[in-house]
């Protein structure tokens, strides 16, 4: 049994700072854990899910992997993600994924605890986070030099644990090579397969053993049986150990949810647009919708182009699909205004108006605006046919 507190917002470092502050009894490792949560900009405004990035070293990566995440989301790059931010107590003993070799385990006397904090993610930190906020069945992990050990094991190991793995830098030396050896264990038709793993090297750490360790590891990788499985590696110029963890981030979101972003080239229908949200949901396991400002951006591209009942059908979709988006309702309006059905589209004004003043709209102003002007024009007059 877990227990989830709430606590102060976190302040022990600047890169937590605005991060919901939890913690979570263990009794997997028999001792308190503090996380660092950080929800999406959207999250207050809807009852939307979200996948999950969980990050190790949140002292040190936090910040960055946020400012990140919510660039490439922002952009339509990648989905929102709820970022859940693990804080250390013991970190060689929690990131090995075993004791090592004779000299490791001089070094690293504690070294050794992976798999029990392996656990404790699988079965108290993961449910507790899916208890507590609103996510979809989609975990992602990300880890740096000992953290990227651990998830490189976590992805062969459990499979089933984590979708996709980033890993800045991982510790690939560790007992000699045991994540090569493991990657070569690997037989096909053993149960769930991941979705990707993305490992970055920085070349400025890269000795000629460093690189020839990534280079068979590479290749281990791209032998193994998982139909479908996504992996890529990349050497960072001008990046050393400690540099690497930004880029190698960055690098890893970006080519994992390539195709996530409609191409903006081309006309889109609405036909066009359920395909391409369908492909995602069909590769990521859940049912990935189609976001409001995608659907409204291209409405107003076919309005544009005077394609007018392909943007009604689009916009119409919208105001379906997030019934209480004010936004959505005055755009509908505007494509039904275009349309020539003033009655209809001074009902989704007025609408718009409704929904914006209940949830504090900032666009308010301008729903207002739009519902005046079509009030000002001259209604038609009353058809005489049968008179």
């Known amino acids: 049994m877990w227990l989830l507190l709430l606590s102060p917002p976190a302040q022990a470092a600047g890169s937590l700072d605005g991060a919901e502050r939890l913690t979570l009894q263990s009794r997997v490792l ?14 207050a405004s809807g ?21 990140t995440a919510e660039f490439l989301a922002r952009n339509g790059l990648m989905p929102e993600v709820l970022l859940v931010g693990i804080l250390n107590t013991h970190r060689t003993r929690d990131l090995t994924p075993n004791r090592g070799t004779a000299a490791e385990r001089t070094d690293f006397p504690t070294a050794g605890g992976g798999e029990s904090f392996l656990d404790f993610l699988e079965h108290e930190l993961a449910p507790a986070i899916e208890a507590r906020y609103r996510t979809v069945p989609l975990r992602l992990y990300a880890g740096h030099s000992l953290g990227g050990l651990l998830g490189i094991h976590a992805l062969l190991s459990r499979p089933a644990l984590f979708q996709a793995v980033v890993a800045a830098s991982p510790s690939l030396v560790w007992d000699d090579a045991l994540l090569l050896r493991e990657a070569r264990a690997l037989k096909a038709g053993t149960g769930r397969v991941p979705r990707g793993l993305y490992v970055t090297l920085g070349e400025r750490e890269a000795s000629p053993p460093v690189l020839q360790d990534f280079d068979g590891f590479a290749q281990g990788m791209r032998a193994v ?11 960072l110029p001008e990046e050393d150990h400690g540099s690497s963890v930004l880029l190698g981030y960055y690098a890893a979101l970006r080519h994992l949810f390539s195709g996530w972003r ?6 889109a229908s609405l036909a066009m647009v359920a395909a391409h949200f ?3 949901s069909e590769r990521w396991g859940y049912a990935v ?11 107003y591209a076919a309005l544009q182009r005077r394609a007018v009942g392909e943007a009604l059908d689009l916009l119409r979709f919208n105001t379906g699909a997030h019934p209480l988006s004010a936004n959505a309702q005055d755009s509908l309006g505007e494509g039904l205004e275009r349309a020539g059905q003033l009655d209809a589209a001074r009902e989704c004004y007025r609408q ?21 002007a079509l009030d000002e024009r001259p209604r038609s007059p009353p058809s005489s046919a049968g008179r």
């Open 30 to 43: 028999g001792e308190e854990r503090v996380l660092a949560v950080v929800t999406p900009a959207s999250y």
């Open 47 to 67: 009852q939307q899910r979200y996948p999950v990035l969980y990050l190790t070293d949140a002292e040190a990566h936090l910040g960055h992997a946020r400012a």
């Open 225 to 235: 049986p998982w139909p479908g499985f996504d992996f890529r590696w990349q050497r």
């Open 262 to 267: 409609m191409p903006r080239e081309a006309p």
């Open 278 to 280: 369908r492909g995602l």
């Open 289 to 299: 919708e189609a976001p409001e400002a995608v659907v409204n951006a291209f409405g």
């Open 352 to 372: 718009a108006v409704q929904l914006g003043e209940r949830t504090g709209e900032p666009g308010l102003p301008a729903f207002r605006a739009h519902l005046d």
